[in-house]
């Protein structure tokens, strides 16, 4: 891993909490909404054919990208039925998580940007990663979970991406899907939406990697499900 690297992005977050500090309560006292469509996009393999709920085994997170070109996002079979269920906020408000797809329902997404300080995966390396059933996180003995190991952030797939344990006080978004003819498709975030924040944080990292922010914020009709390893040099567990 690029420790240069690591340290540049920890000393950003850091520099913009002293200079702001604010910032990581002000979606409190703002009107989000929490459920917005966007691009209905389809899932799809490498190879470019459609991806079904066939095609991720239980106990498997895959990385995909919705429902920008640049903002990563889990997808994760767990085996087992997750259910719909009623988020509730800090500041009182509520909204509905639709639970799994597939023959199982057991087939959830969620963004994979950590809604606390917004660490996400690159190239370089990922902070905030999925736990399997059969792998512990070291610092909270979790696993079944996505956990952020920025600032130690937990959080439940299997109840809508409630925080668990941690700083964070919001949700992971979910991101809703939907299937049609065992074809999978992404039509909007279930949760408060802070992909304009990410691209402010991350506005010079973006537009370094995609040339300009016009086409970090593309909304594909496609998009490509991969390994996470395929994607991320490093995943940093903790």
Avoid at 38 to 49: I, W
Avoid at 87 to 114: D, M
Avoid at 223 to 233: L, R
């Amino acid at each position: 891993m690029d420790r240069r690297t690591l340290l540049k992005t920890c000393s950003v977050v850091a520099i913009e909490m002293m200079v702001n500090p604010s910032i990581f309560n002000k979606l409190l006292a703002q009107e989000k909404e929490l459920y917005k469509a966007y691009q209905k996009t389809m899932l799809v393999k490498e190879n470019g054919q459609p991806f079904s709920t066939s095609d991720i085994q239980p106990n498997t997170a895959l990385l995909f990208f919705y429902p920008y070109a640049s903002t990563p996002c889990y997808l994760i079979n767990t085996g087992s039925e997750i259910k719909p269920a009623k988020i509730k906020l800090n500041n009182g408000k509520e909204y509905e998580f639709k639970g799994g797809i597939g023959k199982n329902k057991s087939i959830v997404a969620y963004s994979a940007i950590c809604p606390h300080q917004w660490a996400y995966p690159t190239k370089d390396f990922s902070l905030i990663n999925y736990y399997p059933p059969t792998e512990k996180s070291q610092a909270t003995g979790k696993s079944g979970v996505i956990q952020c190991c920025a600032h130690m952030s937990v959080y439940d797939i299997n109840n809508g991406g409630q925080v668990l344990e941690g700083p964070a006080e919001y949700p992971l978004a979910a991101i809703e899907l939907i299937e049609e003819n065992d074809i999978i498709y992404a039509t909007g975030v279930i949760g408060p939406d802070q992909f304009g924040e990410f691209f402010d944080m991350y506005k010079s990292d973006l537009i370094a990697q995609y040339g300009n922010i016009r086409k970090a914020k593309e909304t594909p009709d496609k998009t490509i499900v991969m390994e996470v390893g395929k994607y991320v040099k490093e995943q940093i567990k903790c």
